[in-house]
């Protein structure tokens, strides 16, 4: 089938109908489906103006899918991509409470695009695969969590809340005061619920929104917790890296298995720990001579170092142990960085460096300037 501009009330798909390879099926409109439509080699866009919505008795699924509309799709049930889920404006909206509407992104499903503007407010699954970067928001903010796991996820799900977990949740209540004499307090302002069997590390982000301020003083304070479901309190889920200020940043947490936790949030410790901080640092890889690379001087004092570089948010893009001077605006992470061969868009990241000869890490910003 080819591409298409669909304007009555709603597309009612009872059978049939197949995108074949390099077709093309444009909505303006509703759909509602019917029979079977997940055997899709094209694309399925939703598109226009108007919001729009996905119902029926059966889930469709398409090879690729994108979104350019800014009103929206409200999802009634799961729409399953193989391939490339491509944002360009507008959000898919799933209703947190119901199990049954997602986003899903099979073995081979990435995504690309994804902004404050075009994300999924709501629950997003992905199968079969070890690393996870789930587009997650609310109506107003991407709020990205990302999962990479020891190995291979058979189902992961997660979804972002705008809310405060240490009142009712749809997961149950969740009291400030059981945590640990380390923890100095737990965020009240966000929250995200992860799912999966696999032991693996979580990376999140704060913003202005997430009020850090509220809770710490220094980012050197600043850890992921989670509500121990067998425990029933908050317990620290560890910060093997984190980078930025009271404003903008991110934490990276130690290994754990979600399953083992309802929710998980940003949390304060009682005590401020010392994180050393090197200048912020311009790169600008254009062949001139000048700032083509990223050179850290201290770095000569430890040869044996670990460098990590991070986009805003917290999503690894280079990592390299021993590092001198091979960052040039190239990833050189498999797996979550799309598009590699074209280098990182032009941007602020964060860096952590740690120097193990004489057991200190610094942490920082850089610019990359294309």
């Not at 298409?4 to 444009?26: D, I, K, S």
């Not at 908050?234 to 903008?248: C, H, K, Q």
């Amino acid at each position: 089938m080819g591409s298409g501009l669909l304007a009555q009330p709603a597309l009612q798909h009872y059978g049939n109908m197949q995108l074949h390879g390099g077709a093309q099926l444009g909505l303006h409109t509703n759909l509602v489906n019917q029979a079977p439509f997940d055997q899709n080699l094209g694309l399925l866009g939703f598109y226009g103006s108007t919001p729009l919505r996905v119902s029926g008795g059966f889930a469709p699924g398409a090879f690729d899918v994108e979104i350019a509309n800014d009103a929206g799709v409200d999802l009634d049930l799961p729409i399953f991509i193989a391939n490339n889920l491509n944002f360009i404006s507008g959000d898919f909206r799933t209703d947190r409470t119901l199990a049954d509407q997602y986003i899903g992104l099979l073995q081979d499903g990435f995504t690309v695009g994804e902004s404050d503007a075009s994300k999924v407010d709501g629950f997003v699954q992905g199968v079969q695969q070890p690393a996870f970067v789930f587009p997650v928001g609310d109506a107003s903010q991407l709020r990205a969590l990302t999962y990479q796991a020891s190995g291979t996820v058979p189902v992961a799900r997660c979804a972002y809340f705008r809310e405060d977990p240490t009142v009712t949740t749809p997961y149950g209540f969740f009291n400030p005061d059981l945590r640990p004499r380390t923890i100095e307090a737990v965020g009240q302002n966000e929250y995200w619920r992860l799912e999966g069997a696999v032991s693996g590390t979580v990376t999140i982000s704060w913003n202005p929104q997430s009020n850090m301020a509220g809770i710490a003083t220094d980012i050197s304070q600043i850890v992921i917790l989670g509500w121990n479901k067998s425990g029933g309190r908050w317990i620290s889920l560890g910060t093997s890296s984190v980078a930025g200020d009271l404003m903008n940043g991110f934490a990276v947490s130690e290994p754990f298995v979600p399953d083992d936790f309802h929710v998980i949030t940003f949390g304060s410790l009682s005590e401020i720990e010392e994180v050393a901080s090197l200048p912020n640092y311009y790169v600008s890889p254009n062949d001139d001579g000048i700032n083509d690379f990223l050179q850290i001087d201290e770095l000569a004092d430890s040869p044996n170092n670990q460098l990590r570089i991070y986009d805003r948010r917290g999503l690894l893009v280079f990592t390299q142990d021993n590092y001198t001077d091979q960052f040039n605006g190239i990833s050189n992470v498999d797996g979550l960085v799309f598009d590699r061969d074209a280098g990182l868009p032009e941007g602020v990241y964060f860096y952590v460096v740690r120097l193990l000869d004489l057991g200190t890490e610094y942490q920082g910003f850089l610019y990359l300037r294309r």
